[in-house]
């Protein structure tokens, strides 16, 4: 890890704006729970459901498959793409750095932020939801952090192979993700969500069937499969740099 390249990919990521985007679906999932918490405090009834599926329901429906895609795509694509879209990117490269160490810090500091901002709040939202760092809270906190480390490799690789990286990745995150790769049998083999509830799946342990938290694919291919595409998308994006031309358009 190069400490001059994570500081200056940790002052680009964090920038006042981007900050601020950063804090939208956190908040909003916190607001969320915040509000399910109220109002299971006003009604038994719904203090039985938080106990029950509905925590895990919104867990699941909202951080682990629209929070997480969309936090490390901000994350993912803002720590190398901007400085490839203006160009910024060459005097990075005219440097004596390897590339593999460039990709690998970046995905670093990417998967800080998303840690940050979206697997901490997770751990906060089951607690809110819960009362307590229990199964359900742990299970989703530890899902939401191999889901994010994933995505941040995917959507970086996808930032160093495309200027319209955050376009494509808005549809990968919304389209195959949220919805085919959620609902489609087959598809959901292939998607980060599922993986991802294999692990929370696998930390709940028995308590899973009860919640009814159910993985399309199985504890020991998922944990493959977040490997291998981590590691081929940090890889080919640092053989991507390797190979790019300082007059390169990218």
């Given amino acids: 890890m190069n400490a ?27 607001a969320l729970c915040t509000l399910a918490r109220i ?17 895990p329901d919104l867990l699941g429906a909202f951080a682990i498959a629209i ?8 994350a993912g ?7 490839i879209d203006e160009g910024s990117i060459i005097y990075l490269l005219a440097k004596p750095l390897n ?23 997770v751990g906060v939202a089951g607690v809110v939801l819960t009362g307590e760092v229990g199964a359900v809270t ?6 939401a952090l191999a889901g994010g480390v994933a995505y941040s490799a995917v959507f970086l690789l996808l930032a160093v192979l ?20 959620g609902l489609v049998p087959g598809a959901q083999a292939l998607s980060v969500q599922q993986w991802s509830l294999a692990v929370v799946q696998r930390v709940l ?28 998308a940090t890889g080919y994006a640092g053989r991507r740099l390797e190979t790019l031309r300082l007059n390169d358009d990218a």
């Fill in 4 to 30: 001059t390249v994570a500081s200056l990919t940790r002052r680009n990521l964090l920038g006042r704006k981007r900050t601020l985007v950063l804090l939208l679906l956190p908040l909003a999932l916190l």
């Fill in 39 to 55: 109002s299971a405090n006003l009604d038994p009834d719904i203090e039985q459901d938080l106990q029950g599926a509905l925590a």
């Fill in 67 to 74: 929070l997480m895609p969309l936090l490390s795509l901000i």
């Fill in 77 to 83: 694509t803002g720590s190398i793409g901007p400085e």
């Fill in 99 to 121: 590339r593999y160490s460039i990709v690998v810090t970046k995905l670093l500091v990417a998967i800080g932020v998303v840690v940050a901002f979206g697997v901490v709040p």
């Fill in 138 to 143: 742990m299970g989703y906190t530890v899902g």
């Fill in 162 to 181: 495309s200027r319209n990286a955050v376009v494509i990745g808005l549809i990968y995150a919304l389209i195959w993700e949220s919805l085919v790769g």
């Fill in 205 to 232: 342990g028995d308590s899973a069937q009860r919640l009814d938290v159910e993985s399309a694919v199985g504890f020991g291919a998922a944990l493959v499969l977040l490997t291998v595409v981590t590691l081929a």
